[in-house]
């Protein structure tokens, strides 16, 4: 029987990836067989970003791309993009970010009527989580579960509300089947993803993040849960205190920041300020002296002059995060900061960009630097070069020559890091 081949392209954030995944799995469980994008398929799907101007472009590039390898292919777009700018795109399939679970039905729908399908659906109206649940991840040592989609915070800068509707959070009891599934079949790690994590369970009664974790961590033969993403004013005091007494709970957070000057967190519509989310991170690092802290920042910013910017990078210093995911201001249209004024020249912005990588490079080495010598426990991954790596619970991946197999668990002492911010390590001990 002839199998279909389809190409998958994911744009964007952990969530895309998860919903990609998910395709795949309908797909494969549906007949068809999955190929790498950059080869000859009878279907492309492109899983598209919008979280900025450069994200649009580079989804309309991966668009012409899969045209242009197979001009008589099926194109199918979905995800972000295409939920707010569907009427500039040309493909035989349009979804957004409803109806992926959908995905089989309107390939069988097109072939049989060869009529394009649109599907763009006012999320605004949306209440119900759309569940997807996944039995196979390429990387068999971790696995992601979606447990929320959504975002009621209207950041100024932020198109993402628009993109992907308010907040709805899986129910727990979904999310608890889902994970124990997976362990039972061998995942050691377990990454929780959302779009606003940390507003899981707002829209379900008497249920919200801290009380989801607090169940999950009673899972029999769960070694580790990560969180994708986290706001710092999200981290509860019943969170830090299960940080404490888990260590099931992965020793690294990535708290979005955004800026390090008080007059733009609030043109941006953040809601904390500086003195706020230092005391927090002090009472995070102290539960841990080795707690990996890793942020997001936006430079550039409208009104962000030389002060401000002076002012995020002091504050950049104090806090000392491992690492930092800048991204200059994209205005993007229908959002508050589009219309502002004292917007920043693209040439400023990617000189600023150029000096908060420099920092995050240097403060990157100075974090991993001081653990040389010292023996941290890690899973075993084996990547698709053949690259050996440990991957901490700190977030550290440690390179070793050994031949391991992946999903054992190790104790590897950190021997030494390289100009490139590589870390290196030998295998002290092998627990399974």
């Known amino acids: 029987m002839f199998k279909m081949k389809v190409g998958i392209c994911t744009l964007g954030c952990k969530v895309n990836i998860y919903e990609s995944e998910y395709v795949e799995d309908l797909l494969r469980e549906s007949g068809y067989e999955i190929v790498p994008f950059d080869t000859i398929a009878d279907i492309y799907i492109i899983n598209t970003c919008?979280?900025?101007?450069?994200?649009?472009?580079?989804?309309?590039?991966?668009?012409?791309?899969?045209?242009?390898?197979?001009?008589?292919?099926?194109?199918?777009?979905?995800?972000?993009?295409?939920?707010v700018k569907s009427r500039e795109i040309d493909a035989d399939i349009i979804l957004g970010n409803k109806d992926k679970s959908k995905i089989v039905e309107y390939i069988e729908e097109y072939l049989a009527s060869q009529k394009n399908i649109t599907k763009i659906y006012d999320l605004g109206k949306i209440q119900e989580f759309e569940d997807m649940e996944i039995n196979h991840f390429e990387n068999h040592t971790r696995a992601f579960v979606?447990?929320?989609?959504?975002?009621?915070?209207?950041?100024?800068?932020?198109i993402i509300p628009y993109t992907r509707g308010p907040v709805r959070s899986k129910k727990?009891?979904?999310?608890?089947?889902?994970?124990t599934n997976l362990v039972n079949k061998g995942y050691q790690e377990i990454v929780l993803t959302g779009i606003h994590t940390g507003r899981y369970g707002i829209d379900l009664e008497d249920m919200n993040l801290e009380k989801l974790l607090k169940r999950l961590v009673e899972i029999p033969n769960?070694?580790?849960?990560?969180?994708?993403?986290i706001e710092i004013n999200e981290i509860t005091d019943g969170i830090m205190?299960?940080?404490?007494?888990?260590?099931?709970?992965?020793?690294h957070f990535h708290i979005p920041l955004q800026s390090g000057s008080d007059k733009i967190l609030k043109l941006m519509n953040r809601r904390y300020d500086l003195d706020y989310f230092k005391e927090q991170i002090k009472k995070i690092r102290s539960i841990d002296k080795d707690i990996s802290?890793?942020?997001d920042l936006i430079v550039g910013f409208p009104g962000e002059g030389d002060q401000e910017f002076e002012e995020t990078i002091n504050t950049l210093k104090e806090l000392e995060f491992t690492k930092i995911h800048t991204f200059p201001y994209s205005a993007r249209v229908g959002t508050p900061a589009s219309t502002m004024d004292n917007q920043v020249n693209g040439v400023v912005k990617k000189e600023r960009v150029r000096q908060v990588l420099d920092l995050s490079k240097t403060q990157e080495y100075n974090f991993y630097s001081k653990f040389i010598g010292s023996t941290f426990e890690g899973i075993v991954e084996v990547h698709k070069d053949g690259k050996v790596i440990v991957l901490t619970s700190n977030y550290i991946p440690v390179i070793v020559s050994n031949q391991l197999e992946s999903n054992q668990i190790i104790q590897?002492?950190?021997?030494?890091?390289?100009?490139?911010?590589?870390?290196?390590?030998?295998?002290?001990?092998?627990?399974s």
């Open 50 to 83: 919008s979280v900025t101007n450069e994200s649009d472009k580079k989804s309309r590039k991966m668009i012409n791309q899969a045209k242009r390898r197979n001009n008589n292919a099926i194109i199918i777009v979905m995800g972000c993009y295409s939920q």
């Open 146 to 158: 979606k447990i929320q989609d959504g975002c009621n915070a209207f950041c100024s800068y932020c």
């Open 172 to 179: 727990p009891e979904d999310v608890i089947r889902e994970v």
């Open 222 to 229: 769960l070694y580790r849960i990560r969180l994708s993403s």
């Open 241 to 251: 205190d299960l940080i404490k007494n888990s260590k099931i709970i992965a020793r």
């Open 293 to 295: 802290i890793t942020t």
């Open 412 to 431: 590897v002492k950190i021997t030494k890091i390289d100009n490139n911010n590589q870390i290196y390590g030998k295998v002290i001990d092998k627990y």
